[in-house]
């Protein structure tokens, strides 16, 4: 167990349709990563967020966004769902203070989009 | 722009035998960290090893260790005494130390298969 948790750990929805993934960093790490991993592209960097403050962003689509709240939990919200966009999300969180930045994986977050 | 090659798409190892598999990497950074990662059939991301690219000493955790190239930009990792439990999906990441990317760029993974 990595110390991080995601919710919901399953999702199907359908085309068109709007989904929120949630995300609960290690206790006291303050950055958090979204990572999208399909067979198509392998593991994708989306956004990270340290604090509160986006501080870089991938691939990630207009249709997608992140946010990070005070108590450092994050939202990844998908919108206008296509089939393309089924995939396994991952959240990934790191320590501060650790010269490595080993990032720690959630569970994941598999999205089934019919 | 950082690259990490992977391969192997694929390795069979017999149970209790020692197993390399590849990684390569392109970056024109001269400060980078270097990570593997393992992920069962269940699906999650397992953190296994880590190397900087200033360590002096290839690193070592457990049963795994890197075999760290310097001038031929290769990290390999050497699972010695495989186990069955040893079957998965193995990454390779990259990240950039000096720049403010913090993200982590992976390879396209090697699928290992543990034989009894």
């Known amino acids: 167990d990595s110390g991080v948790t995601q919710t919901p750990k399953h999702l199907i929805t359908a085309t068109g349709q709007r989904v929120t993934l949630r995300c609960s960093p290690r206790?006291?790490?303050?950055?958090v990563y979204w990572y999208q991993q399909s067979l198509d592209q392998g593991l994708q960097f989306l956004i990270h967020?340290?604090?509160?403050?986006?501080?870089a962003k991938g691939n990630i689509l207009e249709r997608f966004s992140a946010q990070q709240f005070p108590d450092l939990h994050s939202e990844l919200n998908l919108s206008s769902l296509e089939l393309g966009d089924s995939a396994l999300y991952f959240c990934?969180?790191?320590?501060?203070?650790?010269?490595?930045?080993?990032?720690?994986f959630g569970p994941g977050t598999r999205l089934l989009v019919l | 722009a950082q690259k990490i090659t992977q391969t192997q798409p694929g390795m069979f190892v017999q149970e209790k035998e020692a197993v390399t598999l590849d990684c390569t990497y392109d970056?024109?950074?001269?400060?980078?960290?270097l990570f593997w990662y393992k992920q069962p059939s269940s699906g999650e991301m397992i953190f296994l090893i880590y190397?900087?690219?200033?360590?002096?000493q290839n690193a070592t955790e457990g049963r795994y260790s890197l075999n760290f190239q310097k001038a031929r930009k290769s990290a390999n990792l050497v699972i010695s005494a495989s186990q069955l439990g040893d079957s998965a999906m193995y990454f390779c990441?990259?990240?950039?130390?000096?720049?403010?990317?913090?993200?982590?760029?992976f390879g396209s993974g090697t699928q290992l298969t543990v034989l009894p």
């Open positions: 990934a969180s790191s320590p501060r203070g650790d010269t490595k930045e080993t990032q720690y």
């Open positions: 206790s006291g790490d303050l950055s």
């Open positions: 967020y340290y604090n509160g403050e986006e501080r």
């Open positions: 970056t024109s950074d001269p400060s980078y960290g």
């Open positions: 190397q900087g690219s200033y360590d002096q």
């Open positions: 990441a990259m990240r950039e130390v000096s720049g403010s990317a913090r993200q982590l760029t």
